[in-house]
C-alpha cells in the first residue's frame, strides 16, 4: 500500500472549450495537452513489467515505452515508437475509444484514474514531425480498395515494409469513414489529411474516383497487382422500415453526415450548403454516429434536438465522453423509446414522430439486455427532421461484381485466420469483414492483412 500512496491517482484534465463556444462552429471539444500536462500525465505510468494495456490494444503499440518517453520529454523518439504499430496516431488519439480497450485495463485505474493513453497519443501525433523509417525495397506491388482506416492502416504497414502500394477511392477524397463520416469537432480534415500526406511521403499512391468493379473491373486490377486488400467498409445505411420514413427530411445519418463532411456545409459562409437545419430534430439511435448526428444538428441550426433509444442510458454504446458532450450541448434524450411512425403534412414536410415506450427485458447472448414494447403506451415528439442511426451494412456494389467471393448471409466477406477470402492473393478487413466497427478494430485488421499479405508475396 505504501508503493500505492506514491502513485497520483487523479488525471491532468485536458482543457475543454465552453459548450457555449463550441456550439456556435464546429471547431474541436478539447484543447491539446501542452507539454507541462502531458509530461506530469505520463509521470502517472507505473511502467508495468506486463503491461495488460498492450493487450487490449487492436495494434499493440507500445503503450508504456512511448509513455516513458514521453515523461523524459524525448516526443521525437515517442511518435517512433507509435509509428512502428500505427501510422494514424493523431486519427486514433482522437477518436478511437480508449476507455474500453487500453485505458479499460490499465493498472492504475484500479486505485484511480486511468493514464490517458489516448490523449499522449493525440499530443505525441500533433507535436511532432514524423520520421520516415528505413526501408528495403521489395519488388512487390500490392492494390488497397478502400481509404478507410482498414486501409489506410495496411497501405501504410504495406510501405513500411517496402511494398509499391496503391490505394483506389471511389469517391473524390481520400479518408473513408475518417472524412465522410465523422464530424470536424471529433476529427479535423487537417489533421486527417496531416495522416494521409505522412503515407504519401512513404510512398502509398491514391487514386480517386475510381470504382472498382464498375470503372475498373476486379479481375485487371488482379491481373497488375501481386496481392489485393479489400477495405471496402460499411457504408449502406439501415432502414427503420417504418411509416413515414420516405418524407422529405428523413435521412440516414451517413448522408446527413456525409453532405456536412464532404460538401462542407460545416464552413459557415465559405460554402454553399445542400443541407438546412431548422426546427425541432429527432435522431434514431445510441451510437457515436448518433451522437454526431445530434452535436452536427445542434451546430448546423436546429432549435432543437431530441435522440430516441430503445434501451436505457447505461446500455448505450456511444462513449460516455461524447455522450456527456452531447448534454452539456443541449441535445435531449429520450431513453426506452423507439419509433413507429413518422407523420407529416400535405406537402410531405415532416411534423412529428410517434415512438412507443420500452422495458428492458433479460439479456440476449450478446448479454445486452433485450427490450419489450410496452403495450398501448405512446407518445409523440414535434419534428421537422428525422436522422436515422440504428447502423451500417456492407455496401455490395464491389463485392458482387468479384466472381468466387464467398460472402456470409448478412454479406461480409468471409476470410480465413489471415485474412484471406477465398480468392487467392486477395485479403479483407475492416467493417467489411467485422460489420461496423470501431476505427482502431478496423486498424487492428488493416494491420493484421498486412502481415499476412507480406508472408503470402514472401512464399510467392
Known amino acids: 500500500m505504501s508503493e500505492q500512496k506514491k502513485i497520483q491517482k487523479q488525471k491532468i484534465p485536458v482543457r475543454q472549450r465552453t459548450p457555449e463556444e463550441r456550439v456556435k462552429d464546429f471547431g474541436e471539444v478539447e484543447y491539446l495537452y501542452s507539454p507541462e500536462e502531458a509530461t506530469l500525465e505520463a509521470l502517472r505510468c507505473l511502467q508495468c513489467k506486463n503491461p495488460p494495456c498492450v493487450e487490449d490494444c487492436p495494434v499493440h503499440i507500445k503503450i508504456p515505452v512511448f509513455i516513458r518517453q514521453i515523461a523524459e520529454k524525448n516526443i521525437e523518439l515517442a511518435i517512433r515508437t507509435i509509428l512502428e504499430d500505427n501510422p494514424l496516431p493523431s486519427v486514433c488519439g482522437r477518436v478511437c475509444p480508449q476507455e474500453s480497450q487500453c485505458q479499460k485495463r490499465c493498472t492504475v485505474g484500479r486505485i484511480g484514474d486511468p493514464i490517458q493513453i489516448g490523449k499522449l497519443e493525440r499530443f505525441v501525433g500533433d507535436s511532432t514531425l514524423?520520421?520516415?523509417?528505413?526501408?528495403?525495397?521489395?519488388?512487390?506491388?500490392?492494390?488497397?480498395?478502400?481509404?478507410?482506416?482498414?486501409?489506410?492502416?495496411?497501405?501504410?504497414?504495406?510501405?513500411?515494409?517496402?511494398?509499391?502500394?496503391t490505394v483506389f477511392e471511389a469517391l473524390h477524397e481520400i479518408g473513408g469513414v475518417l472524412l465522410y463520416g465523422i464530424p470536424e469537432f471529433r476529427l479535423p480534415k487537417a489533421v486527417l489529411e496531416q495522416e494521409i500526406s505522412y503515407l504519401r511521403e512513404l510512398g502509398v499512391e491514391f487514386q480517386t474516383n475510381v470504382?472498382?468493379?464498375?470503372?475498373?473491373?476486379?479481375?485487371?486490377?488482379?491481373?497488375?497487382?501481386?496481392?489485393?486488400?479489400?477495405?471496402?467498409?460499411?457504408?449502406?445505411?439501415?432502414?427503420?422500415?417504418?411509416?413515414?420514413?420516405?418524407?422529405?427530411?428523413?435521412?440516414?445519418?451517413?448522408?446527413f453526415l456525409t453532405r456536412i463532411n464532404l460538401m462542407k456545409s460545416y464552413m459557415f459562409g465559405e460554402y454553399d450548403t445542400p443541407l438546412v437545419v431548422k426546427g425541432d430534430v429527432v435522431v434514431i439511435g445510441g451510437g457515436n454516429v448518433a451522437m454526431d448526428?445530434?452535436?452536427?444538428?445542434?451546430?448546423?441550426?436546429?432549435?432543437?434536438?431530441?435522440?430516441?433509444?430503445?434501451?436505457?442510458?447505461?446500455?448505450?454504446?456511444?462513449?460516455?465522453?461524447?455522450i456527456a458532450h452531447a448534454e452539456e450541448e443541449g441535445v435531449k434524450f429520450a431513453f426506452l423509446a423507439a419509433p413507429v411512425r413518422i407523420e407529416g403534412d400535405s406537402?410531405?414536410?415532416?411534423?412529428?414522430?410517434?415512438?412507443?415506450?420500452?422495458?428492458?427485458?433479460?439479456?440476449?447472448?450478446?448479454?445486452?439486455?433485450?427490450?419489450?414494447?410496452?403495450?398501448?403506451?405512446?407518445?409523440?415528439?414535434?419534428?421537422?427532421?428525422?436522422i436515422n442511426a440504428i447502423g451500417l451494412d456492407t455496401n455490395r456494389i464491389l463485392l458482387e461484381t468479384?466472381?468466387?467471393?464467398?460472402?456470409?448471409?448478412?454479406?461480409?466477406?468471409?476470410?480465413?485466420?489471415?485474412?484471406?477470402?477465398?480468392?487467392?492473393?486477395?485479403?479483407?478487413?475492416?467493417?467489411v469483414v467485422l460489420g461496423a466497427a470501431t476505427v482502431i478494430l478496423a486498424a487492428g485488421h488493416g494491420k493484421q492483412a498486412a502481415h499476412a499479405i507480406d508472408r503470402y508475396l514472401f512464399q510467392k
Open 402 to 431: 468479384i466472381e468466387g467471393l464467398a460472402l456470409d448471409q448478412k454479406g461480409h466477406v468471409v476470410v480465413d485466420e489471415n485474412l484471406q477470402t477465398s480468392l487467392s492473393g486477395v485479403f479483407a478487413g475492416g467493417d
Open 130 to 165: 514524423k520520421p520516415l523509417p528505413e526501408r528495403m525495397k521489395k519488388n512487390k506491388k500490392v492494390a488497397v480498395i478502400g481509404s478507410g482506416p482498414a486501409s489506410l492502416t495496411c497501405a501504410g504497414e504495406l510501405a513500411r515494409l517496402g511494398y509499391t502500394v
Open 293 to 322: 448526428a445530434a452535436r452536427s444538428a445542434l451546430r448546423m441550426g436546429a432549435r432543437s434536438v431530441t435522440v430516441v433509444y430503445r434501451r436505457g442510458r447505461k446500455e448505450m454504446p456511444a462513449r460516455i465522453e461524447e
Open 347 to 386: 406537402e410531405g414536410n415532416v411534423t412529428s414522430i410517434v415512438c412507443q415506450r420500452m422495458l428492458l427485458g433479460e439479456p440476449d447472448e450478446r448479454g445486452r439486455r433485450c427490450f419489450l414494447p410496452v403495450e398501448g403506451d405512446y407518445f409523440v415528439l414535434p419534428a421537422n427532421m428525422v
Open 211 to 255: 470504382l472498382v468493379g464498375r470503372t475498373l473491373p476486379f479481375h485487371e486490377l488482379r491481373e497488375q497487382f501481386d496481392a489485393v486488400f479489400l477495405g471496402t467498409g460499411a457504408g449502406l445505411p439501415k432502414y427503420l422500415h417504418i411509416p413515414g420514413e420516405n418524407l422529405r427530411d428523413v435521412y440516414s445519418a451517413n448522408e
